[in-house]
């Protein structure tokens, strides 16, 4: 059995995946709204990975014999002035969920389950790759974001990107 206090901070981080998911979406509908399909596509990946880090978890509850319960998800913004202005937020947004996989950590460690903290270990990992990922595009974004030369190359460096089911745990 999970305890029930970390069985609600599961389900609390399955929402903010689940959320982070449709925020990707949203800009992936801006992307194409623009006309960027390299961006696009980027946003594909990253809302893959998000869906895959909501069901990693939304099993490892039900491993434990916890209850999952889905909870509302809350509207993504849908208007970004660039794409400087997106992947500024999406940094901003990963960092929130760090904290977040660090405040359930905490969670975990209260209430002395061992299994839960090393099964969240590989969260933590991947929030310092995604953090960096992000962090590498604005820094392109930054220096080019006036040259439209520039943007297209970016956009077809981006088209690259593919997902690749990750191994949670
Ligand atoms: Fe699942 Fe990008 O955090």
Redesign the pocket.
């Given at each position: 059995m999970m305890n029930e206090k970390l069985e609600k901070a599961f389900n609390d981080q399955i929402n903010a995946?689940f959320y982070?998911e449709y925020l990707y979406l949203s800009m992936y509908a801006y992307f194409e709204r623009i006309n960027l399909q390299g961006f696009k596509n980027w946003m594909d990946v990253q809302r893959q990975?998000?869906r895959a880090?909501a069901m990693g978890m939304f099993n490892y509850v039900h491993e434990r014999g916890g209850k999952v319960k889905l909870q509302a998800i809350e509207q993504p913004d849908t208007e970004w002035d660039s794409p400087l202005a997106v992947f500024e937020a999406v940094l901003k947004h990963?960092q929130l969920?760090t904290s977040k996989i660090n405040a359930l950590m905490d969670v975990a460690d209260e209430v002395k389950d061992r299994a839960a903290v090393s099964f969240l270990d590989w969260y933590l990992k991947?929030?310092v790759e995604?953090e960096a990922n992000v962090g590498n595009v604005l820094k392109t974004l930054k220096m080019i974001c006036n040259d439209a030369n520039c943007l297209y190359m970016l956009d077809k460096e981006l088209a690259t990107r593919t997902f690749v089911a990750p191994v949670i745990g």
């Open positions: 995946e982070s990975e998000e880090h990963e969920v991947e929030q995604e």
